[in-house]
């Protein structure tokens, strides 16, 4: 069974970082690419980033793009999601998702 565990949100100013974490299990991590996506409230799931399956090549939404950086460690079956500068419009569940499974999801407040 495919697992996704996304950990690391919370509350934060703005100007502020965050890390997030997913734990992948259940497939073998290290032959797909992986995204990260979000929800803010009221508003529909929006792609946010994307790796390869090596972690070589990676892409951003225009909205995060030199704010956010994804990476993954495959030894470990993790993805990662290193914010800073969140700004308040960051507010939002995030996701990490495999091709169309995606876990519970973390929420990241950011405090204006």
């Known amino acids: 069974e495919v697992q996704l565990v996304e950990s690391g949100g919370g509350l934060v100013q703005s100007g502020g970082s965050l890390r997030l974490s997913c734990a992948a299990s259940g497939f073998t991590f290290s032959r797909y690419d992986m995204r990260w996506l979000r929800q803010a409230p009221g508003k529909g799931l929006e792609w946010v980033s994307i790796?390869?399956?090596?972690?070589?090549?990676?892409n951003y939404a225009a909205s995060v793009k030199g704010r956010f950086t994804i990476s993954r460690d495959n030894a470990k079956n993790t993805l990662y999601l290193q914010m800073n500068s969140l700004e308040f419009e960051d507010t939002a569940v995030y996701y990490c998702?495999?091709?169309?499974?995606r876990g519970q999801g973390t929420q990241v407040t950011v405090s204006s």
């Open positions: 998702a495999y091709r169309n499974v």
């Open positions: 790796i390869n399956s090596d972690g070589s090549s990676t």
